[in-house]
């Protein structure tokens, strides 16, 4: 009985640490991308000078390059927290059947135990949530090297949209 409330304690303490993991992840990539467009919205508009032409690209190209590595340690760091989690839901599947196992040996309903074992520690959409933030990265690793190139191609002319 004592093991089987250690493994509780344990099983708790572990859905604790994912969801504060996740929450973290959530406000960091939060903060992360706002600021990144803030920053790249910036740097693009300190670029341009007053008709809207594409005149210095310099702080531009320097805050591509600052948020590009910012962008890639941010899509392996998710590599990190998806790893940190499937690890944490291992833990708890194993710490989740042995607590089946010995809660069908105490009352004596190996049914509960077939009924307990098809239940998910983890929730799949965390998983498929962080895969989202994590395309995101590299979504907007691609878009503002695009946009890089297309203001290049508009040096000495007026950007589209730039008033």
Same mark, same amino acid.
Request: aromatic letters at 10%; glycine letters at 8%; charged letters at 15%.
């Given at each position: 009985?004592?093991n089987a409330t250690a493994s509780l304690a344990l099983l708790r303490e572990?859905?604790?640490?994912?969801?504060?993991?996740?929450?973290?992840?959530?406000?960091?990539?939060?903060?992360?991308?706002?600021?990144?467009?803030?920053?790249?919205?910036?740097?693009?508009? &300190?670029?341009?000078?007053?008709?809207?032409?594409?005149?210095?690209?310099?702080?531009?190209?320097?805050?591509?390059?600052?948020?590009?590595?910012?962008?890639?340690?941010?899509?392996?760091?998710?590599?990190?927290?998806?790893?940190?989690?499937?690890?944490?839901?291992?833990?708890?599947?194993?710490l989740q059947q042995s607590l089946i196992q010995q809660t069908a040996e105490?009352?004596?309903?190996?049914?509960?135990?077939?009924?307990?074992?098809?239940?998910?520690?983890?929730?799949?959409?965390?998983?498929?949530?962080?895969?989202?933030?994590?395309?995101?990265? &590299?979504?907007?690793?691609?878009?503002?090297?695009?946009? &890089?190139?297309?203001?290049?191609?508009?040096?000495?002319?007026?950007?589209?949209?730039?008033?």
């Open positions: 009985m004592e572990i859905h604790e640490y994912a969801r504060v993991e996740f929450q973290v992840y959530v406000a960091w990539f939060t903060f992360f991308l706002t600021l990144l467009l803030g920053t790249m919205a910036w740097s693009l508009r &300190a670029s341009l000078d007053r008709q809207g032409k594409v005149v210095n690209l310099l702080p531009f190209y320097c805050m591509l390059v600052l948020f590009s590595v910012q962008l890639l340690l941010g899509i392996v760091g998710t590599e990190y927290v998806l790893s940190d989690l499937k690890h944490g839901e291992e833990q708890a599947l194993v105490i009352t004596q309903r190996p049914a509960l135990a077939t009924e307990l074992v098809e239940i998910n520690p983890f929730p799949q959409g965390i998983t498929k949530a962080i895969r989202l933030m994590q395309g995101t990265l &590299a979504s907007n690793l691609i878009f503002w090297a695009g946009v &890089a190139i297309l203001a290049n191609k508009r040096k000495g002319k007026k950007l589209a949209g730039a008033n």
